[in-house]
């Protein structure tokens, strides 16, 4: 069938986190993915995920919502804080629930079929494609900014190049799971040394004693709830990509133990980095040309490196390319997960008979980011994408909550001080109500009513388990045209 039935709805089955295997291939070899992600490539996915384009770019609108150099710092360690908190209460859930999709499986093993459905269908339409292609035109912009100089890139360049980008990524990802973490690799590699570079050319400028960014700091702070909320959410999607690791659980090797390592390591690295280039970046410029600068990392690199401000350029462009690719990496998954669940139609739950690539589900997220692409505005993205987020991420944290609370029984090889998910839930309602109360825009009820639009596709396809026969036969075509079969979970 196209729409696979699931096989367990009920929440309290957590103390299998394995349940029952999807395996509709009875009597034959299972195909599951293989676990190819160490401790090396799990760092990698987080930080090269995490270091996109958003340290390059977002620190103008920290500071122009904050309103001076020294809160737009506390708002980045905040942001950290608040990121390490999170991945920290993710990393228990993960040992809890050893599956892949990050928060959709967490969500519907906690509190069922409904509620997890809504997060799929928002995600895999909109959320994930939007993130992938707001990430992919900053790319663009970079990639191309030196064949246009002095003046703006045309739209149609930036666009067909952000295209081409997914495009690149597409192929990459539905080849190898190996060649893809190799990407990973070495893309995260080169963004920590140009951001090092950033870092060290900022503290040579302090040494000389430019300092005047920093006198009279905290003057003209500003103090309303909405600002500070939306000063939160550029900062947070500097930080985005701290949960990617938990999407991809059923291909760690020893997950209960990479995963925690690999976030202890990761996010306290990005955070030290994210402060010091700030601190750079306020070295070099005073606040007022930091504000006015289209592109921060690139007039830093016009001031202080001179001829060599090309190498700018290119490191932001490879940076961003890096974190497309994390990001498309873990995105393909939630849709894979999603539709083995029965909650997706049932091809894109396949993987590749010979690569062992989720390639449908990876084709189904770059089609619909190649269609964000086209109406892409970065700074809208990031609202509205942050806003889903910490809506999702708040019942999720939730779920925690009540697993540590009412089922303290259940296996884990690892826990995080209660205290620490009750923060971040409260981070979460605050971030999803603050703009709304101080700023509320039409646009927030436009994704509320689209959320709940999923409702329409629920009952039917997934409650009544209705079928049409035509896509039966569609199924069947594209699963010989792709060379794909039915996967199972893995047995971690």
């Known amino acids: 069938s196209t729409m696979r039935e699931r096989k367990t709805t009920d929440p309290l089955h957590l103390a299998d986190p394995l349940h029952s295997s999807t395996d509709v291939s009875e009597g034959k070899e299972k195909l599951r993915l293989k ?47 608040l990121a390490m908190f999170g991945a920290l209460s993710y990393a228990e859930l993960g040992t809890i629930i050893k599956e892949s999709g990050g928060e959709y499986i967490y969500i519907l093993r906690i509190f069922g079929s409904f509620p997890a459905f809504l997060f799929a269908y928002t995600s895999v339409i909109l959320v994930r494609p939007a993130g992938l292609a707001a990430v992919c035109l900053s ?39 190996r060649l893809a973490t190799s990407v990973m ?33 905290f003057q003209g702070t500003t103090a309303g709830i909405g600002a500070i909320g939306v000063a939160f959410y550029q900062g947070l999607w500097s930080y985005d990509g ?61 001031k202080v490196l001179g001829s060599w401000a090309w190498l700018i350029s290119l490191s932001v462009a490879l940076s961003t390319f890096g974190s497309s690719n994390g990001t498309f990496f873990s995105g393909g998954r939630v849709c894979y997960i999603a539709a083995r669940e029965g909650h997706m139609p049932g091809i894109l739950s396949m993987a590749h008979v010979r690569c ?64 620490i998910p009750i923060i971040v839930l409260m981070a979460a309602v605050y971030l999803v109500l603050a703009p709304i109360i101080d700023q509320p825009q039409i646009e927030i009820l436009y994704i509320v009513l689209f959320i709940f639009s999923g409702i329409i596709f629920y009952f039917p396809l997934v409650h009544f388990k209705y079928h049409p026969r035509f896509l039966q036969k569609v199924t069947l075509h594209l699963q010989l045209l792709l060379e794909v079969a039915p996967t199972t979970r893995d047995a971690n």
């Open 139 to 177: 790319f663009a912009e970079y990639a191309i900014a030196p064949f246009y100089p002095g003046c703006a890139s045309p739209q149609v360049a930036v666009k067909c190049t952000a295209a081409a980008c997914i495009l690149i990524l597409t192929i990459i990802n539905c080849l190898n799971v």
């Open 35 to 81: 676990q190819e992600v160490g401790l090396i490539s799990g760092v990698s996915l987080i930080a090269g995920t995490m270091i996109g384009s958003g340290i390059f770019m977002s620190p103008e609108w920290v500071l122009h919502h904050m309103g001076n150099p020294a809160s737009s710092l506390l708002i980045w360690a905040a942001c950290g804080l």
């Open 185 to 217: 690799n070495i893309f995260t590699a080169a963004k920590l040394l140009a951001l090092l570079v950033i870092v060290v050319g900022g503290l040579v400028l302090l040494a000389n004693g430019q300092t005047q960014s920093f006198q009279n700091g």
């Open 242 to 302: 701290w949960n990617n690791l938990n999407y991809v659980t059923e291909e760690l090797k020893k997950p209960e133990v990479t995963l925690p390592r690999a976030l202890m390591i990761a996010i306290p690295l990005v955070t030290c980095l994210y402060l010091l280039v700030n601190v750079s970046y306020l070295a070099a410029m005073t606040p007022s040309e930091l504000l006015s600068s289209g592109a921060v990392a690139v007039t830093w690199g016009d």
């Open 356 to 419: 062992l690539t989720p390639s449908p589900a990876l084709l189904f997220t770059s089609s619909m980011s190649l269609i964000m692409i086209i109406s892409g505005n970065f700074t809208s993205i990031v609202n509205f994408f942050s806003f889903m987020a910490w809506l999702f991420y708040g019942m999720t944290i939730s779920g925690l909550l009540y697993l540590k609370i009412k089922k303290p029984e259940l296996p884990r090889s690892y826990k995080v001080p209660i205290v």
